[in-house]
T-cell receptor, first 114, second 112 residues
């Protein structure tokens, strides 16, 4: 049971490039989400999904797209990277079956946009 | 909307000192409450939780009690170690929701 996995761990992009951050979970969790973490800003929710085929925007969705074609995978796409998207990105998952619905987090992707 | 407020950091302590990190919440209904810990370079991991009033969550020597009357969930540890140095996040989640509300995080630095 690998939990929540994220790839890559580190990435450097040039302004205007696109890329996809991968997230997968093997716990059959319905709920998955993406956060960014910046110094002094805590965690900010980008997008989330409550099941395959269902996604919605969080607090800071601009510049990011998501899709959820399977229960296991929830990729985050940066369409045209900007320096303001330099951050650490975390994927998380949860299930209504868990008492209290605790979140399981991946190890993070550290993205630098130059 | 729901909110979680936790004390600003960093909190700097000597090894074996007593730790308290304050957390208060506002929410409709009866949320579940959590403390997550983030060690340097890692993702968040659940430290402890409480799902109803007066519950006490505990793990690795840390404790927190769900106080409905004061809407609080303060984190305590009797004797901290250098290895407890990390960022601690308080969080709540409402009864019918999937989306947690996180505090800003409190950095703890423990010196030998």
């Amino acid at each position: 049971n690998a939990g929540v996995t994220q790839t890559p761990k580190f990435q450097v992009l040039k302004t205007g490039q696109s890329m996809t951050l991968q997230c997968a979970q093997d716990m059959n969790h319905e709920y998955m989400s993406w956060y960014r973490q910046d110094p002094g800003m805590g965690l900010r929710l980008i997008h989330y999904s409550v099941g395959a085929g269902i996604t919605d925007q969080g607090e800071v969705p601009n510049g990011y797209n998501v899709s959820r074609s399977t229960t296991e995978d929830f990729p985050l796409r940066l369409l045209s990277a900007a320096p303001s998207q330099t951050s650490v990105y975390f994927c998380a998952s949860s299930s209504r079956g868990l008492a209290g619905r605790e979140q399981y987090f991946g190890p993070g992707t550290r993205l630098t946009v130059t | 909307g729901d909110s979680v407020t936790q004390m600003e950091g960093p909190v700097t302590l000597s090894e074996e000192a007593f730790l308290t990190i304050n957390c208060t919440y506002t929410a409709t209904g009866y949320p579940s409450l959590f403390w997550y810990v983030q060690y340097p370079g890692e993702g968040l991991q659940l430290l402890l939780k409480a799902t109803k009033a007066d519950d006490k969550g505990s793990n690795k020597g840390f404790e927190a009690t769900y106080r409905k009357e004061t809407t609080s969930f303060h984190l305590e540890k009797g004797s901290v170690q250098v290895s407890d140095s990390a960022v601690y996040f308080c969080a709540s989640i409402g009864g019918g929701s999937y989306i947690p509300t996180f505090g800003r995080g409190t950095s703890l630095i423990v010196h030998p």
